[in-house]
């Protein structure tokens, strides 16, 4: 059972950064593609960003490409989203997953409790 817990959300004037953090836990954890997701006030969770089992392949939704970056250190079970140039339409609830190197909730089967980003301007 692999377990997720996100962490680096906060409060952040617009054109900043930040770098969100997910630790993962679990035998099989590391042999997961890795996803970060996010959720704004009364919309739907939509997909953000999610990186292959071993880093080598990573996708984007258009919204965030050239400013956020996914990556992954399985050495220390750990996947990162490095948020630039943010904007206040980035602010949300975001989720990291567990699942299959795709876009869609459905394909992943793990979930972390989310951590906040409010972007003001």
């Known amino acids: 059972q692999v377990q997720l817990v996100e962490s680096g959300g906060g409060l952040v004037q617009a054109g900043g950064s930040l770098r969100l953090s997910c630790v993962f836990s679990g035998r099989t954890a590391s042999t997961y593609a890795m996803g970060w997701f996010r959720q704004a006030p009364g919309q739907e969770r939509k997909f953000v960003a999610v990186?292959?089992?071993?880093?080598?392949?990573?996708s984007y939704a258009d919204s965030v490409k050239g400013r956020f970056t996914i990556s992954r250190d399985n050495a220390k079970n750990t996947v990162y989203l490095q948020m630039n140039s943010l904007k206040s339409e980035d602010t949300a609830v975001y989720y990291c997953?567990?699942?299959?190197?795709?876009?869609?909730?459905?394909?992943?089967?793990?979930w972390g409790q989310g951590t906040q980003v409010t972007v003001s301007s």
């Open positions: 997953a567990a699942g299959s190197y795709r876009r869609f909730e459905s394909d992943f089967g793990a």
């Open positions: 990186v292959s089992w071993n880093g080598d392949n990573t």
